[in-house]
């Protein structure tokens, strides 16, 4: 069989291995003219490492990143609010958490893939279904036809616009900086991931591996695309954040303005549906979430695994793997969905009084509330 698959980012390439893998042709559209190096670290939870091990690229991919094995809630004087020991759940999985630059995690799932499966400047402006298969159209007006069409184009999908023009991002009340840093020096304990909660907003330091650090800055924002914080730069925030504690303002203190990347959070509200008889829709095009959970690129990844289990169970029926993969994928990926901009929430807080009362209560959660979610997370 035959796929066009629009984008070509982690779920986009990871669909197109799962897809190859099991034989069929693949052709990724990628509307970028070119694949650069941009963007900063990501977590992939066991669960993704798992599905990445079905995909034939576990052992790549963690040698390219590097294990969190503890992740630690801060309030902003560097105080434990709650600390997780995540190898518990892990171990018994027999796969880790890991960070990993997200242009690593995009280098080795390309160099799996055949020569010649992606095409880059097609950016698509529509497409047709019927019968006999899926016409898309691209804005240097070429074409490309197959039987069926996965949309992996991200939360700005035009896949999804037009068959779901209503359901548009949703912005979550904050915005965020990310850098990838050189940290070396600060000689961060490896494996060890902090989110420090203030009154000023949050900071979150996860090490890469190799002296490499990923950091993050949330700010609460009533209005997005704020012009003040599109105004930020890095001495705007070390002053915003001057008064938390080590190492945040020495993590900022090694950045530069061009190492610093910007932009709103937003998310997508749960879809009534993913699946449209030769068209899916997956990843951010599908259930894009916030990064509360550490969850979007791991969801991605894991749809490119269950559509492979899908289509296995299905080999001679497309559509009805698609309608499978939908009634499989869309209640977790719900759930993520919900409980991420919820715990966003939280950690937004900025009253005097709720902060306190969120930090006695994060202080006082049972080990039991954190081993719930992870077992909800790490479950098949």
Known sequence: MEFLIIGAGIGGLATA????QLGHQVRVFEAAAALREI????VLGANAMRALDHLGVHAAVRAAGSPVTSIGLLDEHGQVLNDVDTRAFTEPLGYDNLAIHRADLQRVLLEHLPVGCLHLGKSLTSFEQSAAGVTAHFADGTQAQAPYLIAADGIRSRVRQQLLPAAQP???????WRGVIEAAALGLPPGRSTESWGRAGRFGVVPLGTGQVYWFACISSAEPQNPRYRAFRLADLQRHFAGFHR???ELLALTTDEQVLWGDIIDLAPLPRFDFGRVLLT????HATTPNMGQGAGQAVEDAAMLARCLQEHPADTTAAFRLFDQRRRPRTTRIVRQSRQLGWVAQLRHPLLVTLRNAVMRRLPAAVNTRQMAFLYAE
């Open 17 to 20: 291995l799962a897809l190859h």
């Open 39 to 42: 963007g900063a670290g990501v």
């Open 170 to 176: 949703r912005y979550a009340g904050y915005t965020c």
């Open 247 to 249: 190492p945040i303002p």
């Open 283 to 286: 990843g951010d095009a599908a």
